[in-house]
């Protein structure tokens, strides 16, 4: 079993606005990087603090993986 964490952080060390709104803190290539690991994994896990602030979709984007 491996697990596996994958965090985005800015500079600064934030991860989200002061309001606790989401910002993009990563580019394209990223999203791209994460949509593989979401299609090689059996299971994502949020916090529930996450759930309920952000309702993430949390499936495979790309049809092709």
């Known amino acids: 079993m491996h697990v596996v964490v994958n965090a985005a952080a800015s500079a ?6 002061r309001r606790r709104e989401q910002i993009a803190i990563s580019g394209e ?4 990087r994460v949509d593989r ?3 090689s994994s ?15 979709h949390l499936t ?3 049809e092709e993986l």
């Open 12 to 17: 600064d060390g934030k991860l989200s606005s």
């Open 29 to 32: 290539a990223d999203f791209a």
């Open 37 to 39: 690991l979401r299609a």
């Open 42 to 56: 059996d299971a994502v896990v949020v916090g529930v603090g996450t759930v309920l602030a952000d309702d993430p």
């Open 60 to 62: 495979v984007k790309d």
